[in-house]
């Protein structure tokens, strides 16, 4: 018995590969942009808002954290933070800040608003934020 296999077979495969890699990675870097979009949102929403300088104090960067601060409270850190992660470069490292000279006693719970904190809350469900990006990209 001889076993052939046609070489148009082959490439038509090779190509057929490499659209479901491409595929893949496009749809991996879908998902850690939709958990830091999810993840961010929370810690941003579960903010304690006075005068909605806290609030407006969210910096969304890349590799560093950022310095900023603003005195507005009409910044919509949200919107900015959505902005910055859809234009980052694919599985880009990014941080979220809030440099206010309060901001860790917020975070410590020093807000009925927010007894046990943002930021940790949120991480705590970053598994819940990343289930539901996976379900987003499907």
């Given at each position: ?124 469900r970053a598994p819940m934020h990343l289930r539901n990006a996976v379900r987003k990209v499907k």
């Amino acid at each position: 018995m001889t076993i052939r296999i046609g070489a148009g077979r082959f490439f038509d495969s090779k190509r057929m590969v490499r659209k479901f890699a491409d595929k893949s990675l496009k749809r991996a870097e879908n998902v850690m942009r939709w958990t830091q979009i999810f993840l961010f949102t929370d810690v941003i929403i579960s903010s304690p808002v006075d005068t909605g300088r806290f609030r407006a104090n969210w910096y969304a960067t890349i590799d560093t954290p950022s310095g900023q601060t603003t005195t507005s409270t009409k910044r919509n850190s949200l919107t900015a933070m959505k902005k910055e992660v859809k234009n980052a470069a694919p599985f880009s490292n990014m941080m979220l800040t809030n440099n206010l000279e309060y901001a860790m006693q917020l975070e410590n719970g020093h807000s009925g608003q927010a007894p046990m904190g943002m930021a940790r809350l949120a991480i705590r469900r970053a598994p819940m934020h990343l289930r539901n990006a996976v379900r987003k990209v499907k």
